[in-house]
């Protein structure tokens, strides 16, 4: 649980710089079915570069598409801009990304209800798509249109 502390702590730092900040995906439809992971990703209203202002060691991973990794103690956490994203390229990656404010706009470009859910450092969730009632019931959907998240990204159908 060492790694899902400094997780927590990653989120105060942005959220002391008046930004908003929450775990996101698979990490946290893992914690809720209480199983061990060590992949957290955090989702943030802060950009890139001010994400960059903030902490000590930070690696570009993939500014472009709106993320950095936050290094603090050995961990490395994955943290991305609130987002929409482009056209698709390749099923594979977005051509352009453009940020948002808004988490329900970035939350719902996301693949997969169960992975749309976000908690705050304080265990506070928030799901907008119904992933907590997925996860339950042992259903995987997709956000929107399933048609439309598989030719985005065919990684997802595995």
């Known amino acids: 649980m060492e790694f899902f502390e400094t ?3 990653v989120i105060k730092t942005i959220k002391s710089h008046g930004k908003e900040a929450y775990f996101v995906g698979g990490f946290v439809r893992d914690l809720y079915l209480k199983r061990e992971s060590l992949d957290i990703d955090i989702t943030t209203s ?3 570069e001010e994400v960059m202002t ?17 290094i603090v103690d050995d961990f490395k956490f994955e943290v991305t801009t609130f987002r929409q ?9 977005p051509e352009d990304v453009t940020y948002t404010l808004s988490l329900e706009e970035d939350l719902k470009r996301r693949d997969f209800t169960i992975n749309a859910i976000v908690i ?3 265990e506070q969730v928030t799901d907008f798509v119904g992933g907590i009632q997925d996860i339950e ?19 997802r159908m595995l």
Do not use: C, H, Q
């Open 7 to 9: 997780g927590k702590e």
């Open 46 to 48: 802060a950009t890139p």
């Open 54 to 70: 903030y902490f000590d060691a930070v690696k570009n991973t993939g500014k472009k598409y709106g993320t950095v990794t936050v």
């Open 85 to 93: 994203d482009g056209e698709y390229l390749n099923n594979r990656k």
């Open 120 to 122: 705050d450092e304080n």
């Open 137 to 155: 019931n042992k259903v995987i959907k997709s956000i929107g249109n399933p048609n439309k998240r598989f030719t985005e990204d065919a990684l």
